[in-house]
């Protein structure tokens, strides 16, 4: 495939950058966080300071940043980090996160429309990072975190995820299968293809993890209500939950794969 085949394939692929949908989504997911392998982050930041990509003089871009986790996360080994995202009620919980952290700093908006001169962030960042992030999924987004990087940039997404609770879920109720962006390998595919037809040296490392996360019913009820389709009985979909129940909780069991693409814009 020549360039603008990738291209053009990136660029039909869905995405997903409506701010009250994730405003919807922000106390949930937040919550959620909580619950998440925690070393993860710790071995990502290791990862980076590893390559030296992250150090005391660094300033770090946290594009879509969610409810601040990574961006957090990275004020204790850079000299500034500043967090974006579409959502401000994503922005409302990191900022709880960071309220004592005096190199910590949140800005709302969109990505793609984000003017960097205006901002004065047009390479300014050592680090522009993105983690999962729904709006990096397009060439506008790659060149703009090209565009504000004077040194690296990196990607996280996710490649393989397996959550038992959903498993039991699709084949007790036969949930048909959909688009999954936790399960697809090809964006990181064509991001890597893409980078490296521009002439950079785009590298890739992988990383897996294993996690056992509690739920009470209410929260399963949140957590998987992105399975439930037009028309089915929820009192069943709830009944299914709660003969997974033991001692008050359902517990899943979730296997994750990340792929951690970087590259040098210098």
Known sequence: MQLNDYIQVLESMKRNSDEALWDDKADV???????????????????????????????????????GRHTTGFSEYAKKVVGTDISQKMLN??????????????????????????????KQFDLVFSSMCPGINNIAALEKMIEASKQYCFISRSIKKTDSVEVYLKEKLNIDQRYDPHNDRNIVQLFFNILWLWGFNPEIAYYGSE????????????????????????????????NLMKNGEIETKVCSNLAWLYWKVQ
């Open 29 to 67: 997911f937040y919550e959620r966080v909580k619950k998440m392998d925690q070393n993860q982050s710790k071995e990502l930041i290791e990862f980076l300071k590893s390559k030296q990509i992250l150090n005391k003089e660094a300033n770090v871009l946290d594009v879509g940043c969610g409810t």
């Open 93 to 122: 919980h990191a900022k709880k996160e960071s309220e004592n952290l005096l190199n910590v700093s949140y800005v709302k908006a969109e990505w793609v429309e984000t003017n960097l001169e205006e901002r004065n962030w047009k």
């Open 211 to 242: 996690t056992l996360i509690q739920y009470t019913i209410e929260e399963a009820m949140d957590r998987y209500s992105y399975l439930v389709e037009a028309g089915m009985d929820l009192n069943k979909f709830k009944s299914t939950l709660q």
